[in-house]
């Protein structure tokens, strides 16, 4: 048995072309291409795609191989998964020479052997670098091909790093060398998982809404950082994959990508005291700037609902026509499909998931830490998270939202501060009774959307100077009567939100 170590790249059309370039200050012992014709084979009720294993049968060079690769883990894109390959002198997968312990326990490997039938293939040209860095040895594997079943396929552009032996982070080493170039992603889904979808046997990315996760009171601290920091990264690069599988797809997915990316920055500030000051800071620079890239989704969920249905929201406006044409002035400004995509695969991106990924792999929050640091990282989360909590209900209600009263600018002005207080809560509410922290947090969720809505009308503030004078008058006061009853609601929702007893008190 092997286990795979490697790193998973999607990549654009044009690395292959500068791949030589850029791996010529490295030592290449051996370079070589090939030609990788693979089927991929599994019962019709998906006996081995339930235990997430994989088997396929690989032609290369007049030779056939067998291979199964079993259940691993994953942290970004960096993959580990038990490994088994075995040579055969027939097109036909033979379960009977794996070793039987190989299998989970009751596993009737006799029976999935008599059902088992080609689902998918995939077809490729593989260009294949050995780099050696002293003691480690490193594939580096570009493909260009198709995955195909029956009438459908599927482009293949990937770059897999594979580490062959010694020191993993090394492997890290030259992968941030290369993203440093730009057009790499880190891939979170192999090319057996795109065949399945395509042979109508994988599930589609769903859309997900972020969920608390699950706490007890014996959790420790290190515990829960880490199940945070794994949670707020997969859900961001689940939402990467869903966009990118469907690119214009509703801007639901970006948005969830959004509380993906501040989930993984919280929780490297509610944690901050307890690791070592080797988490690299730039992170939250790097995580400052995607939220900033991201912060006109706002904006164009603003103008989508404004704008839907031909401007049914402003059907009560004679000058709706004329305000529906400057609204959708405003969406074409906004960063279009290329601009998100040339997001995605941004060096400064690319880096910052890379940069993630090793940290979380290493362990390098222990690394240096002082005696009290590590005593805090071992105790219960429980205390932490009653501070913490306080902290940021004391920062919300020492804000604006805490004055008698405010007005729309001034609501607006908090949007941040509250999203940033409720990602607190979600962090930590599974400690707590869950009757006693959704009737506390579900006033201030209203109260968010209370503020989004009021938000929305900016638009429409902004497109006044440019109608005609009856016009502008029409929607002046269309507006101040809009202003005027969200801004009454809100009122009467905070003061009453602020009488509540916090759940963690």
Partial sequence: MDTEIELKFLVTPEVGSQLPTLLQPYHIS??????LANTYFDTADLALGSIKAGLRIRSQNGHMEQTVKLAGSQVGGLHQRPEYNVPLTVHSPDLSLFAADIWPKGMQVEQVQQHLQSLFSTDFLRKR???TMGDTEIELALDAGEVQSGYQREAIHELELELVKGDVSQLFELADALVKAGGLRLGAVSKAQ???R???FGVAPQLQMLEPLPLTQTDHCEQTMVALL???LAHWQHHEEGWLAEPGARLDWLMQLREGV???HQTLLLFNDQVSHRVNSGWIDDLLWLQQQLSWLDRAQMLAYLTADKGHYLRRLECQLSVLDLLEDQLQQLPNEADIEALFYSARYGRLMLGLTHW??????RAGLAAEQSKQLAAPVADLAQQRLDESWQVLRHSALGEPSLSEARYIQQ????????MVGLCFSTLYSKADSISFRMPWLDILRGIEDLDMLSPLTEVQESLSESEAVELAAWLERKQQFLLEALEQSRRQALLLTPYWQ
């Fill in 30 to 35: 051996q370079h070589d291409q090939q030609h």
């Fill in 129 to 131: 670098w050995l780099i």
């Fill in 194 to 196: 795109r065949g399945y």
């Fill in 198 to 200: 395509l042979a109508g």
């Fill in 230 to 232: 794994h949670k707020g």
């Fill in 262 to 264: 501040s989930l993984v």
């Fill in 360 to 365: 979380l792999y290493r362990q390098d929050w």
């Fill in 415 to 422: 949007k941040g501060k509250l999203r940033r207080n409720l």
